[in-house]
């Protein structure tokens, strides 16, 4: 069936993919006016197709308008098609709409304003704190430090558009930050590893302030070496040169040394004698929803809100049925390994840092594997959680390794044992628990903070969930009053059908909007609570 498919792309969608001498081909999944649901497709994608498709994935603006994502194959006719049939293979069975095979034409690559770039990244941090203090939030909230190819990095304002608008930002920055000598420059947009932005703070009260020295990691068992300073570049549209990665330090198998822990004792989740303004507001949206038939019958929602600061729970809807996990369940896996660190023989060097950041921040499933199988393996793990965190999961349990494709559906949690985890997690009661936090702020796509009317400064430390039945996110969001002190609350979201449905991509996308319009109405109760910005 697909080498007929090959066929009649190649002799009948356009003779000159066969005549051509010239023509390239890439690999096209999306168009749509609105960057953010290509933005959340490509998340999916990411997941489903894996790393080594990951990193030729690209945003790109359409000549005739709006927004694409493609993969950057610039391949010929046959191999093209070839590439189509096998990944539209792999999203049909993953319930997503396949891909189709397009002339490299019509398109264009998109472009972000860069400041600097080099092998320290705590030079760029420094860097990221100058810049921010200097401009402020408006461009703050686009301001990330990426990773590049050769573990370089580069801190970049994220515009993604096209070259000349983006070069003429990048002279007037220039021109603004000539005095402090600070250069600036234009790079392409590369779907480049995010590993530090606006969330990548922990217990700042003054996000750019204190940039530069806000996160510090869990140890590691071997460090890299000392890198000289980064190098500012003038405006320019070439790319300065890459440094040689660092090498990676080994993990070694697990081996118990020393006695378990106790549990954590944490405090029983306080539940509001009535229901509370913000459960109001929550059950009014989803039955508004259900009233026009934008949420089916076969769909089952678990909310829940708590209230770090006050210790009280504000929403607690279907918290104690169980959902699937999905890749919510990946910061419990980090859990089990860190639990083994400290007491089976692990040790948390670069490669297995760099892992864990793979299945935080781009939920990556091999990396999660891999993690698992150092802590053990799936059962070990779910030894581990109930054994020693049985006060945070009354009844989460991990049974598989994540299958190929990202088709898992056997792990399961409750909606309350999420908020008891981020309840430790924020209390610091967790091993390596400012680790954990540090690799849930990674910045990436979430369906808590972006896309919703939260405004910028907010530090956001979450993990998102899909598969084919499911769509969820929970997380902390930390956002501030005028005076800049911060007021940190808990968020679960989880949307769960009973069957497929027929066009998972955009059933995937208005979902995720459903949790991003819960996320701000809830945001908007707390403002009300505590006059917040």
């Known amino acids: 069936m697909f080498r007929f498919a090959i066929i009649l792309f190649c002799l009948f969608c356009s003779p000159q993919l066969l005549f051509s001498k010239t023509p390239q081909y890439d690999i096209a999944y999306i168009w749509d006016d609105n960057l953010e649901n290509v933005l959340d497709y490509q998340a999916q994608l990411e997941e489903i197709l894996g790393p080594d498709t990951a990193r030729h994935l690209h945003i790109v603006g359409r000549t005739s308008g709006g927004f694409g994502l493609i993969y950057d194959h610039n391949g010929t006719a046959l191999s093209t098609a070839q590439l189509m049939v096998q ?223 006050r210790d009280r729970s504000l929403a607690d809807i279907n918290a104690d049925q169980m959902f699937q996990a999905a890749s919510m369940i990946k910061p419990f896996v980090a859990l089990a390994f860190f639990h083994r660190v400290d007491h089976g023989g692990l040790r948390y060097g670069p490669k297995s840092r760099r892992k864990m950041e793979l299945m935080i921040q781009r939920s990556n499933n091999e990396a999660t594997n891999w993690v698992m199988r150092m802590a053990g393996g799936p059962d070990a793990v779910d030894e581990v959680l109930r054994a020693y965190y049985g006060d945070i ?19 399961s949690a409750l909606p309350s044992d999420y908020i008891r985890f981020l309840q430790a997690l924020w209390a610091d009661k967790l091993p390596h628990g400012k680790e954990i936090r540090r690799l849930m702020s990674l910045p990436g796509r979430d369906r808590l903070y972006y896309g919703t009317q939260i405004p910028e400064g907010t530090l956001v430390y979450n993990k998102t969930g899909s598969t084919a039945y499911l769509c969820g996110d929970m997380g902390i969001l930390v956002p501030r009053d005028k005076d800049g002190h911060r007021y940190p609350y808990a968020l679960v979201g989880i949307i769960e059908r009973s069957s497929r449905p027929q066009d998972y991509g955009r059933w995937m996308l208005t979902r995720g909007n459903v949790i991003r319009q819960v996320s701000t109405l809830v945001y908007q109760e707390m403002k009300k609570k505590y006059q917040l910005m």
Not at 247 to 254: F, L, N, S, T, Y
């Open 393 to 411: 999961f009354k009844n989460t349990r991990v049974t598989e390794y994540i299958p190929s494709g990202g088709k898992t559906y056997q792990n």
């Open 87 to 309: 990944q539209s293979q792999v999203l049909n069975n993953a319930g997503l709409a396949g891909c189709e095979a397009i002339e490299d034409e019509g398109y264009h690559r998109l472009y972000n304003v860069s400041y600097g770039l080099g092998p320290n990244l705590e030079d760029l941090k420094k860097l990221y704190a100058r810049i921010y203090r200097y401009f402020g939030e408006e461009v703050g909230k686009d301001l990330y430090i990426e990773e590049t190819d050769a573990q370089n990095y580069t801190l970049i304002y994220r515009r993604r558009g096209d070259r000349s608008s983006t070069y003429a930002v990048a002279r007037k920055h220039a021109k603004l930050l000539k005095r402090k000598k600070i250069g600036t420059t234009i790079i392409a947009e590369k779907n480049n590893p995010v590993v530090f932005g606006e969330s990548s703070h922990l217990d700042d009260d003054t996000p750019a302030a204190t940039a530069a020295g806000a996160v510090s990691a869990a140890p590691v068992a071997q460090d890299t070496p000392e890198t000289p300073n980064i190098q500012d570049s003038p405006v320019s549209p070439e790319a300065p040169t890459v440094a040689a990665a660092a090498p990676e330090a080994r993990v070694v198998e697990p081996e118990m040394k020393k006695a378990p822990p106790e549990p954590p004792a944490l405090a029983p989740i306080a539940i509001e004698s009535s229901q509370t303004d913000v459960e109001k507001t929550i059950e009014a949206y989803i039955a508004e929803l259900r009233n026009r038939g934008e949420l089916t019958s076969e769909e089952k929602t678990g909310w829940m809100v708590y209230d770090l600061t």
